[in-house]
């Protein structure tokens, strides 16, 4: 049962089937305020990915029941859809230069790692077997971050040798890893404290784990600088994190997490969240999100007269 209300004493009415919740990509500025829409709102519009530039946009949604990878220009709002099969299409993460989006796919009873070009032209390519969801891609596109089993993996790219390597294996939930912008250190979410946290340590290691929340979060992003991080805490609201750097960038120094806004991306972590939820412009003082628009419950309403409530 969708909603219920009684209009009148001995009324029941109700509306059944399914409550489809619609999203809208929202530009906000670093004070909550909203500058401006992207496309139309629609049922789906999940772990959006950007292309270097921000001038697309890669996202998953599902239409006429099929959830595909679509792309959307942010200036034009011109939508276009970028895989087509009938298999389930997750996760598209966008490689630094612009030129690939990898995701995962669950075609035909198997699960994998595919990667396909943006100029168009190319076939998808399979990079790995196994259920596993792609995070990042360091800097050079030299490694495909993804997490398999809760724990943090690495597809190196390039060369004869392309095989998987663990970056982060306990056990415990390891998961949105992101690389920073000179590749050095890894941002990541971990439950290993309890609750889940923001982390950040030296890629690929060793080093210490240094913690970045203070109250849990997570779908955390670098501003393209390293210079400051996001995420978005348990309750929803949006943090600012700054990151002093030394020289040589071989330590870190992280400051006290300020509140930017409250978000209406819904889901942190957990079920129904799949990832970041958001894109950061390189300067950090703007941001795309995929936010909550409006339910809408669809389905009969029916009327019980004569009805009385359980004393």
């Not at 220009?73 to 966008?94: A, K, N, Q, Y």
């Not at 490694?143 to 398999?148: K, N, P, V, W």
């Not at 006290?256 to 003082?285: K, M």
């Amino acid at each position: 049962m969708a909603g219920v209300s009684a209009s009148a004493e001995g009324v029941l009415a109700f509306r059944t089937g399914s409550v489809s919740v619609e999203r809208q990509f929202v530009w906000f500025d670093r004070s909550g305020k909203e500058i401006g829409t992207v496309g139309d709102a629609d049922s789906e519009k999940l772990f959006p990915s950007a292309s270097p530039d921000l001038a697309y946009v890669a996202f998953f949604g599902r239409v006429n029941g099929n959830v595909d990878i679509w792309v959307l220009e942010t200036r034009r709002h011109v939508l276009s859809r970028f895989t087509d099969h009938v298999g389930v299409d997750l996760g598209p993460v966008w490689s630094r230069d612009g030129s690939r989006i990898a995701f995962f796919s669950a075609r035909n009873g198997d699960s994998a790692l595919y990667q396909k070009s943006t100029t168009g032209g190319g076939n998808e390519e399979l990079l790995l077997q196994g259920q596993a969801t792609p995070y990042d891609w360091s800097p050079g596109d030299n490694i495909l971050l993804y997490e398999q089993n809760n724990d943090l993996w690495a597809l190196p790219m390039r060369g004869p040798d392309r095989k998987p390597f663990s970056v982060m294996q306990t056990e415990f939930e390891e998961r949105e890893g992101k690389f920073s912008p000179d590749g050095r250190w890894l941002a990541y979410v971990s439950n290993s404290s309890g609750p889940f946290e923001v982390y950040v340590q030296p890629f690929p290691g060793p080093g210490q784990k240094i913690l970045i929340s203070t109250h849990g979060g997570a779908q955390v992003r670098w501003r393209e600088d390293g210079r400051e991080l996001f995420y978005i805490a348990l309750d929803g609201k949006l943090m600012a994190v700054p990151i002093d750097l030394s020289a040589n960038g071989q330590s870190l120094t992280p400051g006290i997490p300020v509140v930017l806004f409250s978000t209406r991306v819904g889901h942190v972590i957990g079920p129904g969240a799949s990832g970041p939820e958001y894109v950061v412009s390189a300067d950090g003082q703007r941001f795309l999100m995929s936010t909550l628009a409006r339910a809408d419950r669809s389905g009969p309403i029916r009327v019980i007269v004569n009805w009385k409530p359980k004393p």
